[in-house]
Protein backbone atom coordinates (compact mmCIF):
# COMPACT_ATOMS: atom_id res chain seq x y z
CA UNK A 1 0.00 0.00 0.00
CA UNK A 2 1.03 3.36 -0.92
CA UNK A 3 2.26 6.08 1.83
CA UNK A 4 0.42 8.98 0.77
CA UNK A 5 -3.04 9.11 -0.69
CA UNK A 6 -4.29 11.75 -3.00
CA UNK A 7 -7.57 12.34 -3.62
CA UNK A 8 -9.04 15.15 -5.72
CA UNK A 9 -13.03 16.44 -6.64
CA UNK A 10 -13.94 19.09 -8.59
CA UNK A 11 -12.47 21.82 -7.53
CA UNK A 12 -8.96 21.03 -9.07
CA UNK A 13 -10.99 20.67 -12.47
CA UNK A 14 -13.11 23.90 -12.21
CA UNK A 15 -9.90 25.76 -12.77
CA UNK A 16 -9.78 23.90 -15.94
CA UNK A 17 -13.01 24.90 -17.22
CA UNK A 18 -15.35 21.81 -16.46
CA UNK A 19 -17.85 22.72 -14.79
CA UNK A 20 -18.79 21.77 -10.99
CA UNK A 21 -21.53 19.30 -10.01
CA UNK A 22 -23.49 20.94 -8.21
CA UNK A 23 -23.96 24.01 -7.83
CA UNK A 24 -26.48 26.42 -5.17
CA UNK A 25 -29.68 25.76 -7.51
CA UNK A 26 -29.26 22.25 -7.81
CA UNK A 27 -28.63 22.23 -10.96
CA UNK A 28 -25.86 21.27 -13.02
CA UNK A 29 -25.67 22.50 -16.82
CA UNK A 30 -29.69 23.44 -16.61
CA UNK A 31 -30.34 19.88 -15.48
CA UNK A 32 -31.69 18.62 -12.53
CA UNK A 33 -29.22 16.48 -11.03
CA UNK A 34 -31.97 13.83 -9.72
CA UNK A 35 -33.49 13.71 -13.51
CA UNK A 36 -29.86 12.44 -14.81
CA UNK A 37 -27.49 11.23 -12.21
CA UNK A 38 -29.58 9.31 -9.87
CA UNK A 39 -30.11 5.42 -9.61
CA UNK A 40 -32.79 5.02 -12.12
CA UNK A 41 -32.58 7.24 -14.06
CA UNK A 42 -31.70 5.09 -17.61
CA UNK A 43 -35.06 3.87 -16.79
CA UNK A 44 -37.12 7.15 -16.26
CA UNK A 45 -35.68 9.06 -18.45
CA UNK A 46 -32.93 7.16 -20.48
CA UNK A 47 -32.93 9.48 -23.73
CA UNK A 48 -32.21 12.55 -21.91
CA UNK A 49 -30.01 11.25 -19.84
CA UNK A 50 -28.15 9.60 -22.81
CA UNK A 51 -27.78 12.98 -24.72
CA UNK A 52 -26.85 14.47 -21.15
CA UNK A 53 -23.57 12.36 -20.91
CA UNK A 54 -22.98 12.70 -24.67
CA UNK A 55 -23.12 17.06 -24.24
CA UNK A 56 -20.66 16.19 -20.94
CA UNK A 57 -18.10 13.90 -23.31
CA UNK A 58 -18.28 16.48 -26.10
CA UNK A 59 -17.15 19.33 -23.12
CA UNK A 60 -14.06 18.28 -22.39
CA UNK A 61 -12.64 17.43 -25.42
CA UNK A 62 -10.94 20.48 -25.66
CA UNK A 63 -10.45 21.08 -21.86
CA UNK A 64 -6.76 21.31 -20.71
CA UNK A 65 -4.75 19.90 -17.13
CA UNK A 66 -4.22 22.55 -15.73
CA UNK A 67 -0.82 22.74 -13.09
CA UNK A 68 -2.20 20.81 -10.07
CA UNK A 69 -3.32 18.04 -12.21
CA UNK A 70 0.35 17.94 -13.82
CA UNK A 71 1.85 18.67 -10.17
CA UNK A 72 0.45 15.72 -8.90
CA UNK A 73 0.96 13.47 -12.32
CA UNK A 74 4.80 14.31 -11.62
CA UNK A 75 4.81 13.31 -7.58
CA UNK A 76 2.87 10.23 -8.74
CA UNK A 77 5.86 9.25 -12.02
CA UNK A 78 8.30 10.03 -9.00
CA UNK A 79 7.10 8.23 -6.21
CA UNK A 80 4.70 5.57 -7.91
CA UNK A 81 4.99 3.32 -4.82
CA UNK A 82 4.47 5.73 -2.17
CA UNK A 83 1.72 7.46 -3.53
CA UNK A 84 -1.74 6.65 -4.30
CA UNK A 85 -3.97 8.92 -7.07
CA UNK A 86 -7.82 8.57 -6.77
CA UNK A 87 -10.46 11.05 -7.76
CA UNK A 88 -13.80 11.71 -8.28
CA UNK A 89 -14.14 13.25 -11.13
CA UNK A 90 -15.08 11.88 -14.14
CA UNK A 91 -13.19 13.62 -16.56
CA UNK A 92 -9.57 12.73 -17.92
CA UNK A 93 -7.37 15.73 -17.41
CA UNK A 94 -5.16 13.95 -15.13
CA UNK A 95 -4.89 11.26 -18.42
CA UNK A 96 -4.40 14.17 -20.37
CA UNK A 97 -1.64 15.64 -18.06
CA UNK A 98 0.27 12.18 -18.35
CA UNK A 99 -0.82 9.55 -15.59
CA UNK A 100 -1.71 5.64 -17.21
CA UNK A 101 -4.79 4.05 -16.75
CA UNK A 102 -3.34 1.68 -13.78
CA UNK A 103 -1.60 4.86 -12.39
CA UNK A 104 -5.23 6.56 -10.73
CA UNK A 105 -8.56 5.06 -9.62
CA UNK A 106 -11.70 7.17 -11.00
CA UNK A 107 -13.65 6.46 -8.01
CA UNK A 108 -17.34 7.69 -9.68
CA UNK A 109 -16.36 6.15 -13.12
CA UNK A 110 -14.98 7.82 -16.19
CA UNK A 111 -16.87 9.85 -18.63
CA UNK A 112 -15.32 8.62 -21.77
CA UNK A 113 -16.10 5.00 -21.45
CA UNK A 114 -19.52 2.96 -21.71
CA UNK A 115 -20.51 -0.62 -19.51
CA UNK A 116 -22.76 -2.60 -20.61
CA UNK A 117 -25.51 -3.09 -18.28
CA UNK A 118 -25.76 -7.34 -18.53
CA UNK A 119 -21.80 -8.05 -18.48
CA UNK A 120 -20.16 -4.76 -17.12
CA UNK A 121 -17.60 -4.81 -20.27
CA UNK A 122 -16.09 -1.28 -20.54
CA UNK A 123 -15.87 0.27 -23.66
CA UNK A 124 -13.73 3.16 -24.61
CA UNK A 125 -15.75 5.92 -27.11
CA UNK A 126 -13.64 9.51 -26.58
CA UNK A 127 -15.81 11.57 -27.37
CA UNK A 128 -18.42 10.98 -29.50
CA UNK A 129 -22.08 10.04 -28.72
CA UNK A 130 -23.35 7.05 -26.93
CA UNK A 131 -25.89 6.11 -30.54
CA UNK A 132 -22.64 6.71 -32.94
CA UNK A 133 -20.20 3.90 -31.62
CA UNK A 134 -22.66 0.53 -30.72
CA UNK A 135 -25.93 1.63 -31.80
CA UNK A 136 -27.18 1.07 -28.08
CA UNK A 137 -26.12 -2.61 -27.91
CA UNK A 138 -23.25 -3.90 -26.50
CA UNK A 139 -21.04 -5.81 -29.21
CA UNK A 140 -20.08 -8.64 -26.79
CA UNK A 141 -23.51 -10.00 -25.32
CA UNK A 142 -26.04 -7.50 -26.62
CA UNK A 143 -26.95 -5.79 -23.55
CA UNK A 144 -27.81 -1.74 -23.30
CA UNK A 145 -24.95 0.23 -22.81
CA UNK A 146 -24.79 3.12 -20.49
CA UNK A 147 -22.52 5.70 -19.28
CA UNK A 148 -19.39 4.05 -16.79
CA UNK A 149 -20.65 6.74 -14.27
CA UNK A 150 -21.67 6.39 -10.86
CA UNK A 151 -25.23 7.45 -10.53
CA UNK A 152 -26.40 8.60 -6.87
CA UNK A 153 -27.89 5.69 -5.06
CA UNK A 154 -25.78 3.42 -6.76
CA UNK A 155 -22.78 1.33 -5.29
CA UNK A 156 -19.19 2.57 -5.85
CA UNK A 157 -17.21 -0.76 -6.14
CA UNK A 158 -14.32 1.41 -6.14
CA UNK A 159 -14.45 2.68 -2.52
CA UNK A 160 -12.93 -0.62 -1.69
CA UNK A 161 -9.81 0.14 -3.24
CA UNK A 162 -9.94 3.54 -0.98
CA UNK A 163 -10.98 2.05 2.00
CA UNK A 164 -7.85 -0.51 1.89
CA UNK A 165 -5.67 2.40 1.16
CA UNK A 166 -6.98 4.95 3.72
CA UNK A 167 -6.11 2.02 6.09
CA UNK A 168 -2.71 2.18 5.25
CA UNK A 169 -1.59 5.14 4.42
CA UNK A 170 0.24 7.86 6.51
CA UNK A 171 -0.59 11.31 4.78
CA UNK A 172 -3.91 12.12 2.81
CA UNK A 173 -4.24 14.83 0.75
CA UNK A 174 -7.94 16.54 -0.22
CA UNK A 175 -8.07 18.58 -2.97
CA UNK A 176 -11.04 20.21 -4.67
CA UNK A 177 -14.02 18.60 -2.81
CA UNK A 178 -16.88 19.79 -0.75
CA UNK A 179 -16.99 16.72 1.30
CA UNK A 180 -20.51 16.26 1.29
CA UNK A 181 -19.87 13.02 -1.10
CA UNK A 182 -17.11 11.32 0.64
CA UNK A 183 -16.43 12.34 4.90
CA UNK A 184 -13.10 13.31 4.24
CA UNK A 185 -13.00 15.01 7.93
CA UNK A 186 -13.07 11.13 8.85
CA UNK A 187 -10.85 10.39 6.67
CA UNK A 188 -7.68 12.90 8.38
CA UNK A 189 -8.73 10.92 11.63
CA UNK A 190 -7.86 7.73 9.90
CA UNK A 191 -4.13 8.82 9.25
CA UNK A 192 -0.68 10.54 10.64
CA UNK A 193 -1.14 13.54 8.44
CA UNK A 194 -3.53 14.92 6.23
CA UNK A 195 -3.48 17.97 4.26
CA UNK A 196 -6.76 19.99 3.05
CA UNK A 197 -7.00 22.27 -0.12
CA UNK A 198 -10.69 23.71 -1.05
CA UNK A 199 -11.35 27.06 -2.41
CA UNK A 200 -13.26 27.91 0.70
CA UNK A 201 -14.58 26.87 3.90
CA UNK A 202 -17.03 23.58 3.63
CA UNK A 203 -20.24 23.09 6.25
CA UNK A 204 -19.19 19.41 5.65
CA UNK A 205 -15.77 19.30 6.28
CA UNK A 206 -14.08 20.43 9.84
CA UNK A 207 -11.03 21.58 9.26
CA UNK A 208 -9.37 21.11 12.53
CA UNK A 209 -8.84 17.99 12.20
CA UNK A 210 -5.95 18.48 8.99
CA UNK A 211 -2.89 19.04 10.16
CA UNK A 212 -2.34 21.55 7.04
CA UNK A 213 -5.00 23.64 5.56
CA UNK A 214 -4.95 26.07 2.26
CA UNK A 215 -7.96 27.73 1.67
CA UNK A 216 -6.76 28.62 -1.96
CA UNK A 217 -7.08 27.68 -5.70
CA UNK A 218 -5.48 24.33 -6.51
CA UNK A 219 -2.51 25.86 -8.95
CA UNK A 220 -1.69 28.17 -5.96
CA UNK A 221 -1.59 25.50 -3.26
CA UNK A 222 -0.10 22.68 -4.97
CA UNK A 223 3.56 23.71 -5.08
CA UNK A 224 3.35 23.93 -1.17
CA UNK A 225 1.62 20.76 -0.94
CA UNK A 226 3.85 18.89 -2.87
CA UNK A 227 6.98 20.41 -0.89
CA UNK A 228 5.36 19.06 2.11
CA UNK A 229 4.81 15.41 0.09
CA UNK A 230 8.46 15.34 -0.82
CA UNK A 231 9.68 16.28 2.56
CA UNK A 232 7.07 13.90 4.38
CA UNK A 233 8.37 11.31 2.05
CA UNK A 234 12.19 11.54 2.66
CA UNK A 235 11.32 10.91 6.49
CA UNK A 236 9.27 8.14 6.65
Known amino acids: MAKVLILSGAGISAESGISTFRDSDGLWENHRVED ?5 CLDTNGEATKKFYDARRADIEDKKPNYAHKVIVELK ?5 AITVMTQNVDNL ?5 IKKDEIVHLHGFLTELR ?5 EIFEIGYKKQDDCFNTQCPSCGGELRPNIVFFGEAAPKYQIMTSELNECELVVIIGTSGTVLDVTYFAQLTDKSILNNLEPSDAIDDRYFTKVYYAKATEAIGEIAEY ?6 DI
Open 94 to 98: FEKAG
Open 77 to 81: HQYPH
Open 36 to 40: VCSEG
Open 229 to 234: IEEFLK
Open 116 to 120: CRECD
